[in-house]
């Protein structure tokens, strides 16, 4: 049976990118403090970590604009905001469908604790998510191979119960106390950004709160 498929009968609930929650406005404290609760799984963050802004994504894996952010913006935001000690960022799985629920704990497997190998493992799925869409076991079961994994190492990853539950888990946790319904959704220290952004417009809201 294909990875996605698979993971369907397990019977997670994904949501579509159709399914709009209303806006609730919570103050900015409130969002802090939820932001802030530790997550069914480990962050996975770049940066230092009292870096003076903190930008959490909550993203999905075949996602488009998430792929074009991780392209286009991602590495400007690194160099200029990351690496510099600025900015401290957070990625957090939203996966809108069963094969970016697959993806994201491919991910996962492949990171261990090592965040920094989390991030390169979402750049490959973020450059090949075509493929991860049209052929998605044997292109999971490629990236795998990159980072060493054999297609047995893979395969068993695809079935980790409890990590695919902790993934639901931290999803009905964005949507139902953050309000996250789609993706990209950014929160830029507590303050939520929906949708794509170019570089240009993050480094004017990136500049202004480090002029405060």
């Not at 159709?18 to 799984?41: C, H």
């Not at 292109?139 to 795998?144: E, F, V």
């Not at 990590?163 to 996250?180: N, R």
């Amino acid at each position: 049976m294909p990875i996605h498929s698979r993971l369907a009968a397990l019977g997670l609930l994904v949501l579509t990118a159709l399914f709009v929650l209303p806006e609730a406005r919570a103050d900015k404290a409130q969002t802090l403090t939820l932001l802030a609760k530790p997550q069914p799984l480990p962050d996975m963050t770049l940066g230092r970590e009292k870096a003076p802004i903190t930008i959490i994504e909550y993203s999905s894996l075949t996602c488009p604009h998430c792929a074009a952010f991780a392209e286009n913006v991602f590495p400007m935001l690194q160099t200029k905001y990351i690496d510099t000690g600025k900015v401290r960022f957070v990625s957090r799985e939203f996966p809108l469908e069963i094969k970016a629920v697959a993806a994201s704990m491919l991910a996962r497997c492949i990171a261990g604790d090592n965040a920094q190998r989390y991030f390169d493992a979402l750049t490959m799925l973020f450059k090949q998510q075509d493929a991860v869409v049209a052929h998605t076991t044997d292109t999971l079961k490629s990236i795998g191979g990159h980072f060493g994994m054999s297609e047995q190492d893979v395969d068993t990853c695809e079935k980790n119960q409890e990590m695919l539950d902790k993934i639901g888990a931290g999803q009905k946790f964005a949507f139902d106390q953050l309000k996250v319904s789609a993706t990209p959704t950014f929160f830029i220290n507590g303050e939520m950004v929906k949708g794509a952004m170019s570089f240009e417009e993050l480094d004017k809201r990136l500049s202004k709160l480090l002029a405060r």
